[in-house]
Each structure stands twice: as structure tokens, then as C-alpha cells.
């Protein structure tokens, strides 16, 4: 089943449609809404908090150096979210 984080499930006022769509996103408290509307700048977020393993990481920054020594062209690819 797709996701439905940034859709309007049913019929709402205008000024709630934020409140639901922040409820889909499960952004609950008021420390969730301060943390989703004034994020921590990338650098001061640890590889746990995004989710990635440190073993990962390395294999990634070992290909790319690989790459870079190689001359190779390299896209990457990503998103904040």
C-alpha cells in the first residue's frame, strides 16, 4: 500500500491542513513539530539518526575514492528527507 504522508485524507478547514498533514507524517508533540520545522543542519545529525550503518558508509567512501583515483565520472544521488 502507497504511502499517503502528504495527502488530505478527508475533507478539512484550511487552517487544519497542516495539523494533518504533520498527524500522516506521525509529528505528533510539540518537540516533533519544532524538530520538523527547524531541523538540525546535516553535519550535526549522527549516521544512527539517519539510519545509515558505519560498515555502509565506509564501503560507499571506499568506491568513491576508488572512483576518484580511477578518474571515473560518479553521480550521486539523494535527498535531505
Known amino acids: 500500500m502507497k504511502e499517503k504522508k502528504w495527502e ?3 475533507k478539512v478547514k484550511k487552517d487544519d491542513i497542516v495539523s494533518v498533514l504533520l498527524t500522516n507524517r506521525g509529528i505528533l508533540t510539540e518537540k516533533d513539530k519544532k524538530t520538523f520545522f527547524n531541523p538540525p543542519h546535516p553535519t550535526k545529525i549522527t549516521l544512527k539518526e539517519w539510519g545509515v550503518s558505519e560498515s555502509e558508509m565506509k564501503k560507499a567512501l ?3 575514492q576508488k572512483a576518484k ?6 553521480i550521486i544521488y539523494g535527498d535531505y528527507d
Open 62 to 64: 571506499a568506491r568513491i
Open 8 to 10: 488530505i485524507l478527508a
Open 69 to 74: 583515483t580511477s578518474h571515473e565520472k560518479v
